[in-house]
């Protein structure tokens, strides 16, 4: 069965951090662009940070804050997350696209080339 699933989310106080992980099975992480999306009430879906053959992006948004890691003996990439903002909060969903081949295409257009994309984990930041 292929998989792909997120967890680490939950409620921080801003300035916290999170650590967000997503563990594919059934499929190898190694051939696929991955990106972590997330969309929060109200707003469009956004690429917050994306990794495909070693190279990383990352959106304006959380540049310096956020940093994206893979994990290929695992089958698992990571989400880091410090400096965490009130607007930060939303649903974030990890994806993989096995047609993307940067980093940057992965968080601009990778979701809707999409093959696998897990169910989403919630993160609030709120004092």
Known sequence: ????VESGGGLVRPGGSLRLSCAASGFTLDYYAIGWFRRAPG????????????????????????T????????TVYLQMTGLKPEDTA???CAAAWRI??????CTMGWESRDYWGQGTQVTVSS
């Open 1 to 4: 069965q292929l998989q792909f």
């Open 43 to 66: 707003k469009e879906r956004e690429g917050v940070s994306c990794i495909s053959s070693g190279s990383t992006y990352y959106a304006d948004s959380v540049k310096g804050r956020f």
């Open 68 to 75: 994206i890691s893979r994990d290929n003996a695992k089958n």
């Open 91 to 93: 649903v974030y969903y």
């Open 101 to 106: 081949t940067t980093s940057q295409d992965m």
